[in-house]
């Protein structure tokens, strides 16, 4: 089974090879800021840009990747397919889970944005190295919105750990 990291790091040189536009969203940023906290799959926020969302299917099935389609609550259903397409994507499921069978693969959630909030969301990127590679991440003050917006138990501990960074960061800048 290849590292956690290594996958990752593989998967961004693929995305940033293809020229696609993302942004690592979720647990992998919180923990890259100091978050004491795990996570168990990279999240990544695309447009609404079919081409670049067709491109990035392709490429996690090039890595090995099925597909499960999750619904967050309070449609939780799964449903496995191979056949899900950028536009199923975008008209019916608010985020899909890529994941292999044996679970060897690091699962990758695709989340689409609609495009204004996602030329929001870049204005607010920061690019943090990551092993052999780097990944576009939101701020911390954006980090701390998304989050907010999705309000989680979890999201609410990241929150309150990630203002505590920020405070840090912001006294160490004046």
């Known amino acids: 089974m290849h590292s956690e990291q290594k996958q990752i790091e593989k998967l961004l040189r693929e995305l940033t090879k293809n020229n696609v536009s993302f942004v690592v969203v979720g647990g992998i940023p919180c923990i890259l800021y100091g978050v004491s906290r795990t996570t168990t799959d990279i999240d990544l926020m695309l447009s609404e840009y079919i081409p670049s969302l067709e491109t990035t299917i392709d490429i996690l099935r090039r890595l090995g990747y099925d597909i499960i389609c999750t619904c967050t609550p309070p449609y939780s259903f799964i449903m496995k397919t191979k056949n899900i397409t950028a536009d199923y994507i975008i008209s019916e499921m ?5 994941a292999d069978s044996p679970d060897k693969l690091f699962p990758v959630d695709v989340s689409i944005v609609d495009l204004r909030l996602y030329r929001s969301l ?36 990241d929150i309150e750990e990630l203002k505590v960074i920020l405070r840090i960061l912001r006294t160490l800048r004046s």
């Not at 608010?94 to 890529?98: C, G, L, Q």
């Not at 780097?134 to 138990?153: H, N, Q, T, V, Y």
Request: contains cysteine.
């Open 94 to 98: 608010p985020a899909v889970r890529f």
């Open 122 to 157: 870049l204005k607010h990127t920061v690019i943090i190295p990551f092993g052999k590679s780097s990944m576009p991440c939101p701020d911390i003050e954006k980090l701390i919105s998304l989050k907010r917006a999705a309000g989680r138990p979890k999201d609410k501990e």
